[in-house]
Structure formats: C-alpha cells, structure tokens
C-alpha cells in the first residue's frame, strides 16, 4: 500500500515493489502539489486517486486493472487504509464481517461487476435463517443487520471515492434496507440517581470517584480508564480529557487518541469531587508505599490492585453489582453519560455547553437527549392524565352510588 507523507504544499507517495536478491527494499516514489483551488475533501480524494494510480503503475498493473480487481483483494487494501482511521475495536469488527460475510458472498466478484441487486441479495442474506452463531436465535435484528451492511457500504463508498468504480452499488437510496426504531435512550432519573449516589458512601473510594466522575463529568468509559492524575487540575477544578484506553481480547490494555478533536476537552467539576479525589489520592499512596515493588503504577488514576491500570471492562461489571446490591433498576454504565447531559439540559445549561463537556463534535448527537427529555415530559403528562381520569371514574362511582 502507498504510503503518503505530507511536506509543505506538496505530497511525496512512496510505494514497496518488494525486495533485491540481496534483500534490500525496493522503494518507489513521486511528488504530487495539488491543483491551486480545490477544498481539502476535493484534494484529499485526488491525492488518494493519484497514490492508486501510481501503486498501480509501478507494481505493474493500472487503474483499469484495479477497478476490475475482485472485491475480496480489494477488501484486503480497504482494511489497510481503514487501520488509520477506524478504532481499534471497530476495526475488529470489520475484519469479522468481511471475513465471515463479505467475502464468502461477493469476495468472487469483480470490483466494477457489483450491481445494486447483488447489494440487496446482500441484505436479503443478514435477513435469512441460520446466520446468528451466538446461540440467541436464527436471525439478526434490524439493526444488526444494518450495522453488518455498513462495513459493506463503506468498502464500496471508499471505492467510489477512489474512482475505482463509476456507481456505489450500495447507495441505499436504491435499497431496501429493514426499519430500525430509534434506539431509547435509558437514564436514571433525578431521584434514582440521587439514591444511587447516596448508596456510595460505603463504597471503597475509588469506586466512589469512578461514578462521580461518571455522572458529573459524563466521560466516556475508556476515557475515565485512560485518566492519570496529571490530568487532574485541582487548583482550576478541572479534568483534562486527552486520551481513551481500550483492550481488545488476549491483547494487554492500550491508550488512544480519543473519537474526535472534540473530545480532548476540559471538564469543569465540582468542590466536594476535588475533595473525593484528595482522598482518594491519599489512598492510593498508602497501597503503592505498602506494596513497595509490587506497585507498578504510572500515575493512574483507576487502578488494578498493583498500579496498572484498570481494565476498561472492570467498571460495567462493577457497576451491575453495585446496583444489584442496592436494589437499583439495571442500567449499563453508558447510562451515567445519559444521565449526566439529560440532568444538564432539563436543569436549564446550553446545549453547546453540554455538546462541549460530552465532546460532541456535531450538535445533532446532543440533540438526542433533548428529544429524550420531551420523550419523558410526554410520559409524565400521560401519567398525570391516567390518574386525573381514574380519579373522575371513581367520583362517578360514588356519584352513582350516592344517586341509587
């Protein structure tokens, strides 16, 4: 795959073409400037042409050739353009779904042969008997599939963008794609959330500050695993988002970058967390002085029991027993973030406040919680209508009666 490297106003592509009898790297290369007035989508998807067309060239094929490459080599060469943007996780995913899905069904195909039918044979397929493996039922849910269907969509999309193939074949414009209902969004109520953080205090007291942090700050998981106390400003009160730890199964804990620009991010919190997390602090010096050798901290905020940090798993399964335990209606810990943005909007704080503590990058995802809260209010005026309609059913009653 070219590699590209930007200099000044100008880009060099570099290509492998393998190696000499005496095992050096043969390496190809040319420099692109891009035409004087293009926006930075339009150069982006010319200089991506450009690098195919090239690779092509000096590894011995064409454009021509590589547009009617099958879609199973052309998924190998998404995947390794993917790696760079696509989280670690999501990237599993993918390779899952072209794997087990993708290839099988349309790997045969030339890449500029796929037409919208076989798209919707694709789709037709996720929708048949027998595809679930998990031992939860035949058949994938409406929104499973789809989700399978966008690996596929991107594949092509990212075709297209490369002008490898004249149509996307998986425009969903020409598709018939299952109805998906919008997710709900489940949070806990002011007076559920107010119950649970009294339920805390006999908690130990890093867990304590995990669900704090949580609700107040609304963090994602990974970024609250990811937290170091040089993240922690106590004199301004803030917590510095930077980064997001993850772990992927059999693979030891790793740190990102988080989702978007948006999420590095200063959240403000309030005095008594400052004073939770002094304690906290406190506590964690006392384990590492004990421990001696043993403690293998790097200034972590969440721990394991000997300094390393904590497994981003480790406070979803905590948090179901914590709510186990005190007889709290289950939620998933995502809920903590729900909770957090919907307290702040029905407590009257701007919705691009919010938009910037949860590190939204568009306006529209915060706009969700706004639209679970007339959800709610919608609910609570039902409510309120049932019990005024039971209380003239029962008026009625005694009118009757007092009548007979």
């Not at 890449?111 to 397929?125: D, S, Y």
Request: glycine residues 6%; hydrophobic residues 35%; positive net charge.
């Amino acid at each position: 795959m070219a590699t590209i490297t930007r200099r000044g106003d100008s880009y060099r592509i570099r290509v492998s073409c393998g190696y000499t009898a005496q095992g050096k790297q043969i390496i190809k290369s040319m420099t692109w400037r891009p035409p004087a007035g293009l926006t930075v989508k339009q150069t982006e998807k010319e200089l991506n042409r450009v690098a195919v067309e090239f690779e092509a060239r000096v590894t011995g094929g064409d454009s021509t050739e590589m547009s009617s490459m099958k879609v199973s080599d052309f998924c190998d060469r998404y995947l390794e353009m993917a790696e760079a943007t696509l989280s670690p996780n999501t990237l599993v995913f993918y390779k899952s779904v072209i794997q087990e899905l993708i290839k099988p069904s349309l790997g045969h195909m030339k890449l500029n042969a796929v037409k919208p039918i076989h798209a919707q044979q694709f789709i037709q397929m996720l929708q048949g008997d027998g595809i679930r493996n998990d031992g939860k039922g035949d058949r994938l849910s409406a929104a499973t599939v789809k989700r399978y269907f966008t690996v596929l969509k991107s594949i092509f999309a990212k075709a297209y963008k490369l002008d490898l193939i004249d149509r996307n074949p998986t425009d969903t414009a020409k598709l018939d794609l299952p109805e998906v209902d919008e997710p709900e969004i489940k949070i806990f109520t002011p007076e559920e959330a107010q119950h649970m953080l009294s339920c805390l205090d006999t908690e130990p007291t890093m867990f304590q500050v995990l669900i704090h942090l949580a609700i107040v700050t609304g963090m994602r998981r990974g970024e609250l695993c990811a937290l170091k106390w040089s993240n922690i400003d106590m004199n301004r009160s803030l917590v510095i988002v930077k980064q997001s730890n993850y772990k992927l199964t059999g693979e030891e804990i790793k740190t990102k970058k988080p989702k978007t620009k948006k999420s590095i991010r200063e959240i403000s919190i309030p005095e008594y967390l400052i004073e939770l997390l002094r304690k906290h602090q406190t506590e964690q010096m006392q384990d590492a002085m004990r421990l001696g050798d043993r403690w293998h901290g790097d200034g972590w905020l969440f721990t394991q029991w000997d300094g390393e940090p904590m497994n981003p798993q480790t406070p979803t399964k905590q948090f179901a027993k914590f709510l186990e335990k005190n007889n709290i209606p289950h939620r998933k810990f995502h809920s903590l973030r729900h909770t957090s943005a919907t307290l702040l909007l029905s407590s009257g704080t701007n919705i691009k406040n919010v938009a910037s503590r949860l590190g939204h990058s568009q306006l529209s995802t915060t706009n969700r919680y706004v639209h679970a809260l007339r959800d709610a209010d919608e609910k609570a005026a039902s409510t309120f209508e049932t019990l005024f309609a039971e209380q003239q059913d029962k008026g009625k009653t005694k009118s009757g009666g007092n009548g007979a």
